[in-house]
């Protein structure tokens, strides 16, 4: 069994694509996932408007209200991370609703957790766990990262986290995921692989992960 570490936020769409091919491999190949939290507000000290701010801040800070959200419910009633993760990015990515307090509602209501948690969105004492998550995956992966960023372990334990996979679009077969999953594998659990990249081609195609 290969262990890993998904890091998510919900907003991006890079990591929405990624975290469907990451759960249609799973099925299909012996993957323990522990789904973990990064809010890039927090980590791009966004939570507060400024001028001169990028045009995905306002995003970001209303994912990091659903951070909040996720992070007690997980804690105080043992929802599912990766299920909450699911329901919130088809709703924001696939159905193009904006992540609003109605929104929130209706996702408490269809995992069945008490309304009430609606107040955690904007309990700002729950930053400091946020916090926590964002640090373990730099102290794995280094400090200029995003999301998606998967955390493996070599064998001797040690963690190795690298952001990525960049997906553009989730892949049209099944055989195409997995052999992207076994080539990275392979790759990710060697201490001395370090990094692979190409010039970025496209816009994402998060449509393409309704399939999944």
């Not at 936020?9 to 929405?16: A, E």
């Not at 306002?58 to 659903?66: K, L």
């Not at 209501?109 to 400091?128: C, I, M």
Request: with cysteine; net charge negative; charged share 25%.
């Amino acid at each position: 069994m290969t262990t890993i570490e998904f890091y998510f936020d919900p907003s991006c769409p890079f990591c929405w694509i990624t975290s469907r091919w990451l759960t249609r491999v799973s099925a299909e190949r012996d993957i323990n996932i522990t789904w973990r939290q990064f809010s890039l507000a927090l980590k791009n000290n966004e939570l507060m408007q400024r001028d001169g701010e990028t045009a995905h801040a306002e995003a970001h800070r209303s994912a990091h209200r659903v951070q909040r959200v996720i992070a007690r419910a997980v804690a105080e009633h043992g929802a599912s991370a990766s299920e909450l993760y699911s329901e919130f990015g088809m709703r924001f990515h696939i159905m193009e609703q904006r992540f609003s307090d109605t929104m929130i509602r209706a996702v408490l209501a269809v995992k069945k957790l008490p309304e009430d948690l609606l107040a955690a969105a904007d309990d700002t004492s729950l930053d400091a766990y946020l916090q926590t998550e964002i640090d373990s995956a730099t102290e794995a992966a280094g400090p200029d990262i995003g999301v998606p960023t998967i955390v493996f372990r070599s064998q001797d334990g040690t963690r190795l986290g690298y952001f990525g996979p960049v997906l553009n679009e989730l892949p049209d077969t099944l055989q195409e995921s997995l052999n992207i999953w076994d080539g990275l594998e392979k790759l990710a659990t060697s201490p001395s692989f370090y990094e692979i990249k190409r010039p970025r081609d496209g816009s994402p195609n998060v449509f393409s992960a309704a399939r999944c």
